[in-house]
């Protein structure tokens, strides 16, 4: 008799989470007996949870604001992506109970460029990369860009000390960096390869991002790890500008790839039909 496997997202709060939508597209599409659902967890209240999960019949959960950085302490390994980034995101109930920790953010921020970019994805490498913010996925896109070749980091964030840390972590993962202050961040643009918004500016209830686009070259890739809305007021001007973009919403899809295959056993697609879904999912 075969027994259904569970899986979910804690987070606090975790209403809006799009999780549910993504991974229950993939268990219809193929057939499996399993669940994935919202699992609304206060800080104070992550270590009994993460360590109830073995007892629940869990075979793992991911984790989203604020939960990433504690989970660091409460999980028995951690691996070496997820150390590099500082965060969790994605726990795994080994066989004997134990818990597994990892990071899918930077292999789901790439692949979502592979995807958008296509063959001209080692040309935006090839150029210095342009990061706006220095938070919790700054850190996982800076890791994935250090990783796919890029040699250049120009991080512009409105406080240098916060940008600091993230500064170091690209420079021990093979990169140059320059500091940029967020006042004169058009700076950060001229000769770029790439932009890439990994702030909550433009996003639907946040402040707009201001910024001018004029010195970044027409052939410089701009990504906006926001997807709502979809396309963003900073796609919306390169893309008006002749500049090629990808959207946000492809990040939160590959990411939640490896966790699914981790969990139920498939590795799944990421596609048109899953992007409808996920955007039409009711949050």
């Known amino acids: 008799m075969s027994k259904t496997i569970r899986a979910g997202v804690m987070g606090w709060p975790i209403a809006h989470s799009r999780s549910p939508a993504l991974h229950g597209h993939w268990l219809r599409r193929h057939d499996i007996d399993g669940s994935y659902i919202a699992l609304p967890?206060?800080?104070?209240?992550?270590?009994?949870?993460?360590?109830?999960?073995?007892?629940?019949g869990f075979a793992g959960v991911n984790l989203t604001v604020p939960h990433k950085q504690l989970a660091l302490d409460i999980v028995d390994r951690v691996d070496p992506v997820a150390a590099r980034i500082g965060a969790v995101n994605t726990v795994i109930v080994a066989a004997?109970?134990?818990?597994?920790?990892?990071?899918?953010?930077?292999?789901?921020f790439i692949a979502n460029l592979r995807q958008g970019a296509g063959d001209a994805l080692a040309r935006y490498l090839a150029g210095p990369a342009a990061i706006l913010g220095a938070g919790g996925a700054a850190r996982?896109?800076?890791?994935?860009l250090c990783d796919a070749g890029v040699?250049?980091?120009?991080?512009?964030?409105?406080?240098?000390?916060?940008?600091?840390p993230l500064a170091e972590l690209a420079r021990q993962s093979g990169a140059d960096v320059v500091l940029i202050a967020w006042d004169v961040r058009a700076d950060a643009l001229a000769g770029a390869g790439m932009l890439v918004?990994?702030?909550?500016?433009?996003?639907?209830?946040?402040?707009?991002?201001?910024?001018?686009?004029?010195?970044?070259?027409?052939?410089?890739?701009?990504h906006d790890i926001v997807y709502a809305p979809l396309i963003t007021p900073l796609l919306a001007a390169a893309q008006a500008r002749g500049n090629p973009i990808v959207d946000g919403l492809g990040m939160l899809?590959?990411?939640?790839?490896?966790?699914?295959?981790?969990?139920?056993g498939i590795r799944p697609s990421v596609d048109a039909d899953l992007r409808a879904a996920v955007l039409a999912a009711r949050v």
Do not use: H
């Open 96 to 108: 004997d109970g134990t818990l597994d920790g990892t990071n899918t953010d930077a292999y789901g």
């Open 151 to 164: 040699r250049e980091i120009r991080l512009v964030n409105r406080t240098r000390a916060n940008a600091e």
């Open 253 to 264: 899809l590959f990411q939640a790839q490896p966790a699914f295959e981790a969990w139920f």
């Open 197 to 222: 918004n990994t702030t909550t500016l433009g996003m639907q209830g946040a402040p707009p991002l201001d910024l001018a686009l004029d010195a970044l070259p027409g052939a410089a890739l701009v």
């Open 140 to 144: 996982a896109v800076v890791v994935a």
């Open 41 to 56: 967890v206060r800080p104070e209240d992550l270590p009994a949870a993460l360590r109830a999960l073995p007892k629940q």
